[in-house]
């Protein structure tokens, strides 16, 4: 349940319901044959025609390459996520879900927001089992510097839309939304979704909001 509620795969620019974006053709190694006015020559296609003796006579093919894909992952990982084993839970969701990109061959980018300033586990690099390991040793602690952090993603996205600009870009945001206020927030420009961890009795619910204003999708951990 999980996992299909944490879909890596991002959505397209037609919309959260859209199919994604059909690989566009070039000249890649990978991806479904189709034909074309030049590339590599078709030579089974062409044999069936017959011996060809000029140029007209080749039939040429073309391979689709299908875009990246990128999830960037921001985990709130302060002192408020220890009550009411919000961090552990979450933790055990995140297991699913880097799981899920290993097996996809996605690429991830991971920034933890705890302790003074956020930092960064993994920067745009494939999915990897040892992601498993740096999720069994974190823990929470310190404040909140989840301002701090979304405001590095949208620096970091922006860079690599420069270098990678068919790449199809997801963000994941696992927090409890705790924060003192919520001024004016980074626009990221992808297609996000927001885990909301707070329990307890008393809840302030600005996870909520806060995925409002970055115009992402919001789920609460419970929900999932």
Not at 110 to 115: C, M
Not at 149 to 159: D, F, I, K, M, R
Not at 199 to 224: E, T
Request: overall charge positive; charged content about 25%.
């Amino acid at each position: 349940m999980a996992k299909k509620a944490l879909g890596i795969r991002p959505r397209s620019d037609a919309g959260a319901n859209a199919r994604p974006r059909a690989g566009r053709l070039d000249n890649g190694r990978q991806g479904k044959r189709h034909s074309a006015r030049s590339g590599s020559v078709n030579w089974p296609g062409t044999l069936l025609n017959g011996r060809p003796t000029v140029r007209a006579d080749l039939l040429f093919q073309l391979r689709t390459r299908t875009p990246h894909e990128l999830l960037l992952v921001i985990v709130d990982a302060s002192a408020s996520t220890r009550r009411h084993q919000a961090l552990s839970d979450a933790k055990g969701l995140l297991a699913q879900l880097f799981d899920d990109a290993y097996r996809q061959r996605a690429r991830l980018a991971l920034l933890t927001a705890s302790g003074a300033t956020p930092k960064w586990q993994v920067q745009g690099l494939k999915a990897s089992k040892g992601l498993s390991l740096w999720l069994d040793g974190l823990g929470a602690g310190g404040g909140t510097p989840l301002l701090a952090a979304l405001s590095q993603a949208e620096q970091w996205l922006t860079l690599r839309r420069k270098r990678f600009p068919a790449e199809q870009q997801r963000l994941l945001v696992v927090t409890d939304g705790r924060l003192k206020d919520l001024p004016a927030l980074p626009v990221l420009d992808c297609p996000g979704l927001l885990i909301d961890i707070e329990r307890g009795p008393i809840r302030l619910g600005r996870a909520q909001q806060l995925a409002h204003a970055l115009a992402a999708d919001y789920r609460h951990i419970d929900d999932l």
